[in-house]
C-alpha cells in the first residue's frame, strides 16, 4: 500500500516559497525508465528506535539523487522517518529546483497476532493497521 508523492515547481510569493505539486501520476511514473525507483529506509543501525538525522536522510535523498533514482519507496510510517523524509526532500527542492524525488510511503499492514507468540489469525486485522494508514493518509 502506497501514495506517491513530490515536490514540484518552487514558487515564491512575498518571499515565502509555495511548493505547488506536480501532476504525475502513477501511471506516468511506475514502469517508466527514467523514474528509476528504490525501497529505502534510511536507518543505520539494526535497532530502529535510532533515527536516521535529518541530514542523514538529506545526504541519501542527494546520493540516490546523483545515482539516477527518482522514486523510492518507504516500509512504514509508525516510526518518524517517513514524515522527516518528506520534510528533508522538500528542503532540497527549495535549495534546489531541479531535484526530483517522489515517494511511495509504505504502510506496514498485518494479521491479527503477526510477530507475536500467539497464532496468527490470517483471517483478521492487526489493531496496528489503522493508524498505519491514517498516518500514511495524513502524510500523503
Not at 538525522?53 to 546523483?66: G, S, V
Not at 516500509?75 to 514524515?83: C, I, M, T
Request: aromatic letters at 6%.
Amino acid at each position: 500500500i502506497g501514495a506517491i508523492w513530490s515536490c514540484g515547481k518552487t514558487k515564491k510569493n512575498n518571499d515565502n516559497p509555495v511548493i505547488d505539486k506536480k501532476e504525475l501520476t502513477a501511471k506516468d511514473i511506475l514502469g517508466n525508465p527514467n523514474y528509476l525507483a528504490m525501497s529505502y529506509g534510511g536507518y543505520r543501525h539494526a535497532d530502529h528506535s535510532i533515527e536516521p538525522t535529518h541530514e542523514e536522510l538529506k545526504e541519501d535523498m542527494k546520493i540516490l539523487h546523483a545515482l539516477g533514482i527518482r522514486m523510492i519507496r518507504t516500509y512504514k510510517v509508525h516510526l518518524p522517518q517517513a514524515e522527516n523524509l518528506l520534510k528533508a526532500i522538500s528542503e532540497i527542492k527549495q535549495k534546489d529546483s531541479s531535484f526530483e524525488m517522489y515517494v511511495m510511503l509504505g504502510a506496514w499492514i498485518d494479521c491479527k497476532n503477526a510477530w507475536t507468540d500467539k497464532a496468527p489469525i490470517h483471517n483478521e486485522e492487526s489493531e496496528a493497521n489503522k493508524p498505519q494508514m491514517e498516518k500514511a493518509v495524513a502524510l500523503a
